[in-house]
């Protein structure tokens, strides 16, 4: 009898923590549906005049976090890539998606999660921003 509340009382606690994932553990979005809605963003009128605030914004940072990026980096694996992001109605990062997968890029990604953006025209707004390296 003893055993099997023992039993009992692990089988509870396994549950526990089985339980749903933590809000920053939720699924990702797929880099194909970050990037055809990013590209359907950019092809609205408020996507445009966004584009060119948002090109305002990198240009005080990202030439700097490149230039550290690539530092070390085989000249071969120094390749161009996309960084997906999703911005928040405060200008935040909501989640940031790099494709293809590189160096540089993984490099690059945190400056990307903690950036401050222009405010969207809308919350959750994906954003693609080409980065040529080439």
């Known amino acids: 009898?003893?055993?099997r509340r023992l039993i009992a009382g692990l089988a509870f606690l396994l549950l526990l923590g089985t339980g749903p994932a933590p809000a920053e553990e939720e699924k990702k979005t797929?880099?194909?549906i970050a990037r055809e809605t990013a590209e359907s963003n950019e092809k609205t009128p408020a996507g445009r005049r966004y584009?060119?605030?948002l090109n305002s914004s990198l240009d005080a940072w990202l030439r700097k976090v490149l230039e550290r990026c690539v530092k070390g980096v085989p000249k071969d694996e120094v390749i161009s890539f996309?960084?997906?992001?999703r911005i928040g109605e405060?200008?935040?990062a909501e989640e940031v998606l790099v494709s293809p997968d590189?160096?540089?890029?993984?490099?690059?990604e945190?400056?990307?999660r903690d950036a401050k953006y222009p405010s969207p025209p809308q919350p959750s707004w994906w954003?693609?921003?080409g980065v040529g390296l080439k």
Do not use: H, N, Q, Y
């Not at 996309?82 to 992001?85: E, G, I």
């Not at 160096?103 to 690059?108: D, F, H, K, Q, Y």
């Open 110 to 112: 945190p400056e990307f």
């Open 82 to 85: 996309d960084v997906l992001v």
């Open 51 to 53: 584009e060119s605030a």
């Open 102 to 108: 590189t160096p540089v890029g993984r490099c690059a």
């Open 127 to 129: 954003v693609r921003i």
């Open 1 to 3: 009898m003893r055993l």
């Open 30 to 32: 797929s880099p194909t």
């Open 90 to 92: 405060k200008g935040d």
